[in-house]
């Protein structure tokens, strides 16, 4: 079962001038075969169909856990892509507060990127790859052969991070290269992982091929922020209290910087998620996403809850942590002055 947070995996950058192009290329790293929705679903059956597991504990957990975490990456790379098109279509027409369907507001976005976006997609992410074509479920590879199953893991892992990097190198706009800059680092983690739970099983170093594709992230400025903060080292395990002999195989040193790997046994934080505005041109959430917010905000006081939302988004978490260090200040200043 997936215990999910209202969290994704980093920070990526607000919506700025809209890329539908830019959007449609990013969608190979969602729905391509080298895509997160591939690794996700790949890592994800193969952890379901494994027999033998308690023989096999270690490669079990590391086949597991590191599917909970692609899990989190479809989601990352929806939202880059969400972003992406965030602006793309009118919010109104002129000095009207609504937008008039007989204005043509979509005719902008005809011919550029992928039509479906708009069509059938509400402005946001779809499960295809940059030319449209939906994720497929040929891509799960799934042998039962557990060597086979992990060699095959490590090259898909492989192709995911040369897609990146073609992807990086295509396409400028800020949440795209965040986007790219920190999975091209954690990809970096799972080929490490898959290699060197081979080398257990067969005594095959995979890790000689090391850096593959040779992609030099500790030069790629988005890369940078995750290398100091350690997450080319670390393997974070997705779970209160199982998976955890996946450190009998995540250990020794990583091929490329010889510093050691580490187990860390919890997720990472996450951030809160951007709450990103509607787009009334798309329905989304609805041609008039006021009475939606007016209906929402009825029913949480018919349930007894706060007239507020609870939940918790980027902007609104930026104001709590200022609040809190205004009254840590405060707190701190009265203290000093108490004491004088």
Request: hydrophobic share 35%; charged share 25%.
């Amino acid at each position: 079962m997936i215990l999910r947070f209202d969290r994704i995996a980093m920070e990526l950058p607000p919506p700025s001038d809209p890329d539908p192009a830019g959007a449609a290329a990013v969608q190979e790293l969602l729905g391509g075969r080298f895509g997160e929705m591939s690794t996700f679903m790949n890592y994800t059956f193969q952890s379901f169909n494994f027999r033998g597991r308690q023989g096999a504990r270690p490669f079990y957990d590391l086949v597991a856990n590191i599917a909970a975490e692609e899990f989190g990456h479809v989601e990352l790379v929806a939202t880059a892509i969400n972003t992406m098109l965030t602006g793309a279509s009118p919010t109104s027409n002129g000095r009207s507060s609504k937008v008039d369907p007989s204005k043509s507001p979509l005719a902008a976005v005809k011919g550029i990127g992928n039509p479906q976006h708009f069509i059938a997609g509400g402005q946001g992410a779809l499960p295809q790859d940059s030319n449209g074509r939906p994720w497929n479920g040929d891509y799960v590879f799934s042998s039962g052969d557990l060597v086979e199953d992990l060699t095959h893991n490590f090259f898909l892992e492989t192709g995911a991070r040369n897609n990146k990097l073609k992807v990086y190198e295509m396409v400028d706009h800020p949440a795209a290269r965040a986007l790219t800059g920190y999975l091209l680092v954690r990809g970096g983690v799972h080929q490490i992982a898959y290699a060197r739970a081979v080398e257990y099983l067969t005594g095959a170093d995979l890790r000689k091929l090391f850096p593959t594709p040779r992609i030099p992230t500790s030069k790629i400025p988005e890369c940078k922020p995750h290398i100091q903060r350690g997450d080319h080292l670390r393997l974070y395990r997705f779970s209160p209290s199982d998976y955890k002999e996946l450190a009998a195989v995540f250990s020794g040193a990583n091929p490329e910087t010889g510093e050691e790997l580490v187990v860390v046994d919890e997720p990472p934080e996450g951030v809160p998620p951007r709450d990103l505005p509607p787009q009334p041109a798309v329905f989304s959430p609805d041609f008039a996403p006021e009475e939606v917010a007016e209906i929402a905000k009825k029913l949480r006081e018919m349930a007894g809850l706060p007239k507020e939302a609870t939940g918790m988004v980027a902007d609104l978490h930026e104001q709590t942590k200022r609040s809190t260090r205004k009254a840590t200040s405060r707190s701190k200043a009265n203290s000093k002055a108490r004491a004088k």
